[in-house]
């Protein structure tokens, strides 16, 4: 099974939705460092969980499955190398990039010197999933046959 286009969309709005509400900015965020998000953390997971308050089990599985994909596909050893950590280090930090937005997302995809060193984000790792088990007892099988662990993409290591 495989996200659509807009699931997709949905996925990006609602991160941009929760920075907004948090009174700052991804950018902003990016200019103080790793100390910036980390103040700014909390703020934006409360923000990200009520934007999709009242969200179906399917609504919260599709975009678990988004974030599956924009984890996995960043996946690379190329980006690894600058942002470090373990295999779940590098996880978290694949998390990070996710939670700071498209914008940042695809910089990093594009060019991984744009991602910060030791930057992490576990939560944003699994978020709808830990959603969808709080509201509704389960965990999303997203059914999409890949995985969010670090090294799965065959494609991003050689």
């Not at 997971?45 to 599956?68: K, N, P, S």
């Not at 695809?106 to 060019?111: G, S, T, Y």
């Amino acid at each position: 099974m495989t996200s659509t286009h807009d699931d997709t969309t949905r996925f990006w709005t609602l991160i941009d939705s929760a920075w907004a509400a948090t009174g700052t900015t991804p950018a902003a965020v990016l200019r103080a460092g790793y100390d910036g998000f980390d103040a700014h953390l909390d703020a934006f997971l409360a923000q990200l969980a009520t934007h999709a308050e009242g969200f179906t089990g399917e609504e919260l599985m599709a975009l678990d499955r988004v974030a599956e994909r924009a984890l996995y596909d960043i996946d690379r050893a190329d980006i690894q190398e600058i942002t470090d950590g373990s295999d779940d280090g590098f996880l978290y930090a694949r998390g990070f990039i996710v939670a700071l937005g498209r914008e940042y997302y695809e910089a990093v995809r594009a060019d991984p010197s744009a991602a910060i060193t030791d930057a992490e984000c576990e939560e944003m790792c699994y978020f709808f999933a830990h959603l969808h088990h709080l509201r509704f007892g389960t965990f999303p099988d997203t059914g999409s046959g890949i995985s969010r662990e670090t090294a799965s993409n065959p494609a991003g290591w050689s």
